[in-house]
């Protein structure tokens, strides 16, 4: 495992553009795109203001910098540096900024979800798409890029729009049976909306693409419901984590649970391996803090660490949440699917240190990992099943089936680790810290033994 | 019975004032002695003679008589009848008194046998009675008990229901509070979702008014600077929208829902294939597995051949679903449920069979098993005695053929081998103490020489002495005389002296030989002075010691030796003088022997 210098970066803006060519980081008000490769800088792009978002088109040609507090977009092209184009929203604010599936249309959201503005690179038109939903995920486009779903209010009631990407023509448009609209996800397929209701109320409906409810799913009811949603990549199972700590398998024939994975604070499953993470400072004797050592780098101070196969049964850390405060910290909250399918990584808020990988063959817990610290951010590899997981140290964690293992980020100055991002080859990482940020290789070669 | 007697007297008594004028002076007594009779009947006779002496007198005898005899007859002994031996006179007719008499001792004796036995009956009764009145008493506390208990428990009842009732009564508050916080809560919810309504109608009027503004301003800042337009990233120019537009939209759509459902149907129709597969397998296997018994038991049961007629029947639709398989269609399915459903049905039952059976045969050796024992278990036992026999012989036979090899063998062999092992260990240490005497008898040997050696010196130096005193002699002589001044001189300086010196260096030597070996001969070094003694002269051997006197050796253990000296000193006060200087050689054999050698040293000094 190798790691590059370190670069700098703001916002955690930097993102590999699609067809894993090309590096793109935001520095205040300056875009840099990288050759992932060598390097080393192609272009260089200024920007009117700080960058506060920044996204790839498509088909890698196009960036796209958005400065929500000027209410500008700025869209620049790798092939033509000198092309420019800038997008002025006005008086009326900017809340998000993305880019159409074709890469030739930027959507913007406005203030208080007045509306959706759809610029047009090609044409210079724009359209607007009024009564927008504010919730936590109300627009998304399947995955061919065919179509956008888009969560409308109108009336006080629910509806959802399906749009054709090609011409923004509305194809359908139905409301959907729900108190309070939270999100919608196409199946990976494109042909089946995942709608789901506010955490007030355990409720999931299914609807086609042609607007038909094929189905509703409640697991329970009064009690805080529904955290988070997430498609299988081979659209057979739809995962939901819940307040209740329980994620539930929801199957694609009958719409029905299949299973459901509990989250215990001890763990008896004998069939489950769980990975401990143990800190082990390095002894620093007193003639070792001279003014040199400390000058030579903080790695002195860092804390070495390694997995630790735990003996069952495994109590966990729980923290309780208070039951006053809104949105309390319990349930499960993220959830992610290997790129085949096989495995489903969850995180249980209420254990903020613990990752848990589910086989979704066997329908069981497969492995645990326990942090010393939270776990921040975790992403599976696109092309294999492997799983990096960051907890905002100097490590960085992989787990794959074989086993786990803890790297320690052989920078100077102390590169914590925020978030990171696979390389759509999954043959390298982008490890994001606070100001910095750095690349990560895998050795293929070890990985084929 | 008590009652009756205690009656009875005062019935008689009674009957005596009616019919006699007896005073009532003399009734009196009689009722005393009565009353007194009840306790004691030895102080009665006496008392009652006292009495009756009062009661007849010389007087009053025909009355007496008379009253005797009326109290006779009351009392049933009408045929004895005192009369008085001469009317008017004083004297009685002996024999009827007498027989009056005994006939009432006889009565009295009677009545006090009676009395006694009523009175132990007496006695066990009230005992009895105070038993009972315990019991009573006993039964009465344990009723009493229980009451209490009854009552207590009665209480707590009681108290229980109320409880009841009281918590009849919370649960049904609850019940209403339950109620009363649901619509509550729904009332609570209904307001919120309307003024959540209501203020969402704002927002959105707010929002409409606030886009309308906002297009009303004719806002310059809204706009889009691109250098030069784009193409599509298709490549394809941009369509008008239009009807056929929008029909060629939801034709897209449907086509993509289309494809999906084929997918999934293929999956599935897959997924059928594969289950129909196993059915099949499945179907196949069972028939498999029914045949070879249908054919066993052909026609057993009218029951099995008409199974059999089935599964004929179902085979040939089996057949027919196979080749169907493909197809896939309604009654091709049908029938292959069908026919699992009833080979499964029949495997099921033939199961049942099997297991019923298997529990009938297990019965039946279970019940066989209680039949049998009798004689088959004798005639295995006896049949196992006779195999225990039979091992026992064997094993018998075994031991004496064992034991006649081992004796054969030992004869000859063995004590040949065991008597050449111990030949050998002997000779071995034969050898051994053959190789220590060798070894002594060269000590012995090596010691003899030196003391015979050292005899030859003292020889020599006797003759040496001898000489030296004859020239002395001479010389005394001569001195006596003129002229033999000159002689002597040259004479002493010549032979003694050169005797002398030669000495010193021959004792050193077989000394440190000594010690050198004394450590390691210790024990048969000692006893060497003893037999060495014999050869040479001790006195002579002190005199050769005595020469030894060397300044170096001596002055090494001067410490040790003058503690030696002392208990020499006692001993010997003839050499001490000289002993200072011999002691020196002295030490060095005692500081390495044992400390018997002292004693030994002293005695040999002694010797002379």
């Known amino acids: 495992m190798n790691f590059s210098e370190v670069f700098k970066q703001s916002n955690q803006l930097c993102k590999v553009s699609p067809d894993g060519k090309y590096l793109a980081t935001c520095v205040q008000y300056r875009l840099v795109v990288r050759d992932v490769s060598t390097l080393q800088i192609l272009q260089l792009y200024t920007c009117l203001d700080q960058i506060s978002h920044m996204d790839w088109a498509s088909d890698s040609l196009f960036i796209l910098c958005a400065m929500y507090k000027r209410g500008l977009v700025q869209v620049w092209s790798l092939e033509q540096p000198d092309w420019h184009c800038k997008i002025d929203e006005g008086s009326i604010g900017l809340l998000s900024s993305r880019w159409s599936p074709d890469g030739r249309h930027v959507l913007n959201t406005t203030e208080f979800h007045l509306r959706i503005t759809v610029w047009s690179l090609c044409t210079k038109a724009v359209s607007y798409i009024k009564y927008p939903k504010a919730c936590q995920k109300g627009i998304d486009f399947s995955r061919d890029g065919c179509y956008m779903a888009l969560a409308e209010r109108r009336d006080c009631k629910d509806y959802v729009s399906v749009f054709v990407c090609d011409d923004w023509h509305l194809l359908r448009h139905f409301e959907t049976e729900t108190q309070d609209l939270a999100g919608l996800e196409w199946s990976p397929n494109g042909c089946v909306l995942a709608v789901w209701d506010s955490c007030l109320e355990y409720k999931v409906l299914l609807y086609s693409l042609d607007g038909r409810l094929l189905s509703t799913y409640s697991a329970y009811e009064w009690s805080l419901g529904i955290k988070s949603v997430t498609w299988c990549p081979s659209s057979q199972f739809l995962a939901i984590g819940s307040y209740d700590e329980k994620v539930r398998i929801l199957n694609h024939i009958t719409w029905k649970k299949v299973t459901q994975f509990e989250h215990p604070a001890t763990i008896n499953n004998t069939k489950a391996v769980v990975y401990k993470e143990v800190e082990r400072r390095p002894a620093v004797g007193s003639d070792d803090l001279s003014l040199h050592n400390i000058t030579i780098g903080t790695t002195l101070f860092n804390t070495q660490s390694k997995y630790e196969i735990c003996p069952l049964p495994v109590q966990l850390p729980v923290v309780k949440p208070d039951p006053d405060r809104a949105n309390p910290k319990i349930g499960v909250s993220t959830l992610a699917f290997s790129s085949d399918s096989r495995y489903l990584a969850t995180k249980n808020d209420n254990m903020a240190s613990v990752v848990w990988v589910w086989d979704m063959q066997k329908m069981s817990l497969e492995a645990v990992l326990e942090q010393t610290s939270a776990v921040r951010c975790f992403q599976w590899d696109p092309q294999r099943p492997r799983l990096a997981l960051c907890t905002g140290n100097t490590k960085l964690y992989l787990w794959s089936p074989a086993g786990c293992v803890s790297v320690q980020v052989p920078t100077e100055g102390g590169f914590q680790v925020q978030s990171l991002n696979w390389h759509c080859s999954g043959d390298s990482l982008i490890l994001l810290g606070k100001e910095q940020l750095c690349l990560c290789y895998m050795d293929t070669d070890q990985e084929d033994k | ?608």
């Open chain 2, 1 to 608: 019975m008590g009652e009756w007697w205690t009656t009875v007297p005062i019935g008689t008594s009674m009957g005596n004032y009616d019919i006699s004028s007896i005073s009532h002076v003399t009734m009196s007594p009689l009722r005393q002695n009565n009353l007194v009779s009840m306790y004691s009947s030895l102080p009665l006779s006496k008392s009652s003679y006292n009495v009756i002496s009062a009661f007849c007198t010389e007087d009053n005898i025909p009355q007496c008589i008379s009253y005797m005899n009326q109290e006779l007859a009351s009392l049933g002994l009408s045929s004895t009848c005192i009369e008085a031996s001469s009317p008017g006179g004083a004297g009685l007719s002996t024999v009827p008194a007498l027989n009056a008499m005994y006939e009432l001792l006889q009565i009295h004796r009677r009545n006090m046998g009676t009395l006694e036995e009523l009175e132990k009956e007496q006695l066990k009764k009230s005992s009895s009675m105070e038993h009972m009145q315990m019991n009573n008493s006993r039964l009465k506390d344990q009723l009493e008990l229980s009451i209490r208990e009854k009552s207590g428990l009665h209480e707590t009842e009681r108290q229980l229901q109320l409880k009841i009732k009281t918590l009849q009564s919370c649960l049904k508050t609850e019940k209403e509070e339950v109620q009363k916080l649901q619509s509550i809560i729904s009332s609570r919810a209904s307001q919120y979702s309307h003024d959540a309504k209501r203020k969402e109608r704002e927002t959105a009027k707010l929002k409409e008014r606030l886009g309308q503004l906002l297009v009303d301003r004719k806002d310059k800042k809204l706009a889009i600077d691109v250098l030069n337009c784009l193409g599509r990233s298709d490549g394809k120019r941009s369509h008008w929208k239009t009807a056929k537009a929008t029909a060629s939209h939801e034709g897209e759509m449907y086509k993509s829902l289309l494809s999906d459902y084929e997918a999934s149907q293929r999956a599935l129709m897959l997924e059928n294939a594969e289950l129909k597969k196993v059915l099949q397998q499945m179907k196949k296997e069972m028939m498999h597995i029914l045949s070879p018994r249908q054919l066993s038991t052909r026609g057993a049961t009218a029951d099995d051949s008409q199974d059999q007629a089935d599964s004929d029947g179902e085979e040939k639709a089996g057949n027919s679903s196979r080749e169907t398989l493909d197809q896939s269609c309604e009654h091709a399915r049908e029938q292959l449920t069908n026919s699992i459903r009833q080979q499964w049905r029949k495997l099921r039952n033939h199961m049942e069979k099997l297991d019923s059976q298997a529990s009938q045969v297990q019965n039946q050796l279970e019940s066989n098993k209680e039949v049998i024992p009798r004689e088959t278990h004798e005639d295995e036992m006896e049949r196992m005695r006779h195999e225990v026999q039979q091992c026992k012989e064997f094993i018998h036979a075994q031991q004496q053929l064992l034991q006649q090899q081992l004796n054969t063998s030992f004869d000859d062999e063995t004590a040949a081998l065991l008597n050449d092992c111990y030949t050998l260990e002997e000779k071995e240490r034969l050898k051994e103490e053959w190789r220590l005497f060798e070894e002594q008898k060269r000590n012995f040997e090596r010691e003899r020489k030196n003391f015979t050696e050292a005899a030859i010196r003292l020889g020599r130096e006797k003759k040496a002495f001898q000489e030296d005193r004859a020239s002395w002699l001479k010389n005394q002589f001569l001195n006596m005389t003129p002229f033999t001044d000159r002689r002597r001189c040259s004479s002493s300086d010549g032979q003694s002296a050169l005797s002398i010196r030669s000495e010193p260096e021959m004792r050193i030597s077989s000394t440190n030989a000594q010690l050198a070996k004394s450590s390691t001969y210790a024990t048969f070094s000692t006893p060497k002075p003893t037999q060495s003694a014999a050869v040479p002269s001790t006195t002579e051997l002190y005199r050769t010691l005595r020469l030894i006197p060397d300044g170096s050796s001596s002055r090494h253990s001067n410490r040790g030796c003058w503690q030696e000296s002392s208990t020499i000193e006692d001993a010997d006060t003839r050499f001490k003088s000289r002993s200072r200087v011999r002691c020196g050689d002295l030490s060095i054999f005692s500081l390495d022997k044992k400390p018997y050698t002292h004693r030994e040293c002293r005695a040999l000094i002694l010797w002379p």
